[in-house]
């Protein structure tokens, strides 16, 4: 049942419509699911035939939507279902690689490029009928690109703007590179959430034997950029925390960066104890694998990878090598972008689904209720870490 359900006072202004972009298919349909079963909990019988709840109860809240593609490659957005007074929010996910489209008679995978130029088709569909238009876009688009330090192009801080230029009121990320380019779109409404208690609920769901106490565990940044997380987790968690921060050569460009020449230890002993590394994104994972390796030389005990994002741009066989040799334990990130299918099949990956996460946010702002408890999770933590202590290891 949803946790937030005494903060449920009035009626929604505008009816719930959810579209779910072919690139977010799989998630868009369990996020219904949960605001499905709350909203059937959560209202009396009667309601059903009263004219304030229409629209209210809903066997889906996911909208007939499309984007057909000409021989070209052009394509058109398509909402088949009115969408009139309604609070849209609309799911894609830029890093869906799976996806295929056919030009001039040669597939071609979709890209981010073609999954945002998508998400803006959709948002001219609604042709400003909508109460509200939503985005959640758990990846934000080109959120690496977020700032300027030659003569180079602002990318992620343009499309912000371009959005709500579009009429977007809300945008909804997970884990922003760096949220402090909101600072483009000031006065809209922009929110990066963190998974860290869908992080915790599967570490503690996946080993039966953690010792959550400073003596046998802590965390650790891989760089300066993953600092904040580090330390949230480290907080609720109780334990210590070690950072490392990447040595660069500044006078070489490789691939549009300069090339790390060291990952640089800063903290305590990990001799002995579980490690957590926690990031926003595993890519390549050449960072990610360094930082085990050194830990490990370090006499580190066990090493958990937790990663927001699990891109895995270089395939998988780095990672079956860092486990088959005990460099890296387990490896956790979430279902808000496209997992290759492959992953399930290895012993070392566990994901963390954010698909009930997703669906609060939504249920929430669809009543105008408040979001920040469920933008920290702090209590919730605390409680799994306490139930987890106990014995009990299936949560909810």
């Known amino acids: 049942m949803n946790l937030n359900d005494s903060k449920y006072t009035s009626i929604p202004v505008g009816k719930l419509g959810i579209v779910a972009l072919e690139s977010s298919k799989n998630l868009g349909e369990e996020v219904d699911k949960f605001i499905v079963a709350w909203r059937q909990k959560r209202t009396a019988s009667h309601a059903k035939d009263s004219i304030e709840f229409d629209g209210y109860l809903k066997d889906s809240y996911l909208l007939d939507a499309s984007c057909p593609r000409f021989g070209s490659g052009e394509a058109k957005g398509i909402l088949n279902d009115s969408v009139r007074g ?5 799911i894609v996910d830029v890093l869906n690689y799976s ?7 040669h597939m071609n995978r979709m890209s981010p490029d073609d999954h945002y130029a998508d998400l803006k088709r959709m948002i001219s569909a609604t042709c400003g009928k909508a109460n509200s238009v939503n985005v959640i876009m758990p990846f934000l688009y080109e959120s690496r690109q977020h700032k300027r330090s030659a003569r180079e192009s602002l990318d992620c801080a343009s499309m912000l703007q371009e959005l709500f230029g579009l009429g977007v009121d809300n945008l909804i990320t997970f884990d922003a590179h760096d949220p402090r380019v909101q600072n483009a779109v000031p006065s809209s409404g922009f929110e990066t959430v963190q998974p860290t208690y869908q992080f915790v609920k599967a570490l503690l769901g996946c080993c039966d034997d953690l010792q959550l106490d400073k003596d046998h565990l802590m965390t650790i ?6 600092m904040n997380r580090a330390i949230y987790l480290s907080n609720v968690l109780g334990v210590d925390m070690g950072m490392f921060y990447k040595r660069r ?8 960066r300069n090339p790390i020449v060291a990952h640089e230890f800063l903290g305590d002993s990990v001799e002995g104890k579980d490690v957590i590394i926690i990031d926003d994104m595993i890519s390549s994972g050449d960072s990610m694998i360094d930082v085990a390796k050194q830990l490990k030389q370090r006499k580190a005990k066990r090493v958990f990878c937790l990663s927001t994002f ?6 998988l066989q780095r990672f079956d090598e860092a486990y088959e040799d005990g460099t890296i334990y387990r490896i956790i990130t979430t279902n808000a972008t496209y997992q290759n299918p492959d992953l399930f099949d290895r012993e070392w990956y566990v994901s963390a689904d954010v698909s009930k996460y997703i669906a609060l946010i939504i249920d929430n702002m669809n009543h105008n209720a408040s979001i920040s408890e469920i933008l920290n999770p702090t209590d919730r933590i605390k409680q799994r870490i306490q139930e987890y202590k106990d014995g009990k290891r299936d949560f909810d």
């Open 221 to 226: 940044s891989p760089d300066e950029g993953a």
């Open 249 to 256: 050569d500044y006078s070489t460009i490789v691939d549009g």
């Open 86 to 90: 309604s609070d849209i929010y609309l």
């Open 310 to 315: 699990g891109l895995f741009t270089n395939g």
């Open 99 to 105: 996806i295929q489209y056919k030009l001039c008679g």
